[in-house]
């Protein structure tokens, strides 16, 4: 997806962030808050910082302290389908002809945007967020210009967060 930029005032980012936190809330642990796995990097391809598992004020890491924060739109799930934060999933089992047989991203991983406030707006990169693992490589948050099958559902959930 290409870079998005939006006019800070234009843009819903407070919606935006209850949406991610709702896509989150099924994939953490109960006692854990939803934006804890809602990382933040100083530049792409840095190692996530995580919030604490009680959470963390994203708006304001946001609008205050200028921080690059990755808001997840879709995880694998085991069966190669990609459940998304649009409500929808693609890939083999949701028979979506445009999917490619090999996987766009592991189970670990997941596939968003990379948001910063800066400059009066709201400036997105889809990127993927690497899980690593013990003896894989280390986890980082880059930006992933191609998404595939998820570009067009990812630009189309951006835009319905923008007031007309």
Aim: glycine residues 12%.
């Amino acid at each position: 997806m290409r870079e998005i930029r939006i006019p800070l005032d234009e843009f819903d980012l407070g919606v935006f962030l209850d949406r991610a936190v709702e896509f989150l809330g099924g994939q953490v642990p109960p006692e854990v808050d939803p934006t804890y796995a809602m990382v933040c990097v100083e530049h792409p391809g840095d190692v996530p910082i995580f919030g604490p598992e009680d959470g963390w004020d994203v708006l304001s890491a946001l609008k205050r302290q200028g921080k690059m924060v990755f808001f997840p739109f879709a995880h694998a799930d085991t069966d190669g389908t990609l459940t998304c934060a649009d409500g929808n999933t693609y890939g083999p089992a949701s028979g979506s002809e445009e999917y490619e047989e090999e996987a766009l991203i592991g189970l670990e991983d997941a596939v968003g945007y990379l948001v910063q406030v800066k400059g009066g707006a709201v400036i997105m990169n889809s990127a993927i967020h690497a899980g690593g693992g013990c003896t894989g490589p280390t986890p980082s948050v880059d930006l992933y210009p191609d998404c595939g099958v998820l570009e067009q559902p990812m630009e189309k959930f951006v835009r319905s967060f923008i007031d007309d």
